[in-house]
């Protein structure tokens, strides 16, 4: 069966949920399906459950003798039962729900979809243990159950399969719902022809996609010079269901409890502070006291730490949702203006700080994205399985610092020494030129009086801005100069 037309893009997720819920295996099945809010599980898993058929159920929040009474009732409507189905405990309703494919159903694959799970571990913490039990049972006995469990809490999600937990091992397939890629989120807004609009988009809003038609009710900026307004109507102003959604997304992760804390952190690593000491110091505290509160992050997909290529123990924090990176740097320090209805004014006084806080950044990891893609092919096939992170090279003749945005390497192995086949530096708003070649040239210089093999390695300028005539002669003249603009990155000609 064919992945529905009205699904965009999760050609993958589609194939392995399909391949999962028809497998002709006669023992029960397990899958996890997670994934942060807004990406579109649900509406995969209904289009899932419309094609194959079988019992789909979502939780609410309740308690759970409440969501036992809903349970029942969605199993008597799937059974066609004329009244509810009642049950004692969630032991026995476990019990009846694995029972559905082994009475007469063995040989068909039943498909069974728990949809925001996490709320119903929240009421009933037992319940992972009673659908172990069930599942090592039917592992004997035949059974067609395929039972999918879906939600939205990282923290509740990740840990269902983790270390100790009581279905760790038991499932055979785990499908992680992700945002959609900078070029795929630019097909689905309908602006991949405009890189320039789409990369300004996808700093504010990323891969969501119930941003665009569930959010805005498909508004969509018409064109660049539509983006500014777009933006006062939209996710500045306070009547806009994306105003809030920042705090929302905080709030809603089961883990995070003082959400001020959170929130002082995130704003931390959105004004440029993303190391531990510096985070710590923005803050206020000492920074063994903020190891939980970056676990928490971590742990929700919020926060991401990104190793330091070339220094063994250094690490750099990013924020991984574009929308909680834009309210912290530009509509918190604003808020009480924002609800008054200020949107176009705070806009206009805030374009800097949106350059350097948000676009900047958010520029960086794009151009990080675009060589773990298409880009790893302009290095050659020596390079195809290289790392790509960031790091900084320490220049210890002159005392300085330079910073790497983009690097492939090669770690070492048996008698060959590690390698490093490009350095970048990646710039939104400034027009490169070669100064800032100059500074890749010298990194490498560096690098390469530190055993790293450099003789392969060449030097890139991605710029959302451009590059001076200057810097364009010299890139034309050697080989090992690439410049990269926008329209590379998005695969679209100028």
Known sequence: MTKPEHLFNRAAEWEALMTFASRQATTAQLGIVSGRRRMGKTYLLRALVDQVGGFYFVATTATAGESLRQFGAALAEFTGAEVPISFDNWDH???????????????????????EFSYLVKAVPELPSLIQRETDRYQIEPSGTRLLLCGSAMSVMGGLLAANAPLRGRAQLEVVVRPFGYRDAAAFWGVATDPALAARLHAVLGGTPAYRRQFLADDVPASLDDFDSWLARSVLSPLSPLFREARYLLAEEAEIRDTGLYHSVLAA?????????????????????????????????LLVREQDVFRAGKSLYRIAEPLINFYEAVM????????????????????????????GPHFEAVCREFMLGDGIEMLGPDAAFGDVGCGVVTDSVVRKQI??????????????????????EAKWGVTMGLNHLDRLARAREVLATNSLDT????????????????????????????????????????
């Open 455 to 494: 003789s392969n390695c060449r030097l890139a300028c991605f710029s959302g801005a451009g590059f001076s005539d200057a810097l364009r002669e010299r890139a034309a003249k050697t080989s090992d100069v690439l410049l990269i603009d926008l329209a590379q990155l998005y695969g679209t000609l100028e």
């Open 269 to 301: 690593v959105a004004n440029g502070n993303n190391t531990r000491g510096g985070i710590a110091g923005y803050i206020g505290r000492k920074a063994v006291d903020i190891s939980h509160p970056l676990a928490v992050l971590e742990d929700c997909q």
């Open 403 to 424: 910073q790497i945005d983009v690097a492939v390497t090669q770690p070492g192995n048996g008698g060959n020494r590690g390698a490093v086949s490009l350095l970048g």
């Open 93 to 115: 309703a476990v019990t009846y729900l694995f029972g559905l494919a082994a009475r007469g159903h063995a040989a068909k694959p039943l498909l069974i979809v728990i949809d």
């Open 332 to 359: 918190r320090p604003s808020w009480a203006r924002l609800e008054s209805g200020q949107a176009q004014q705070v806009w206009v006084r805030s374009k800097e700080r949106f350059a350097a806080q948000v676009a």
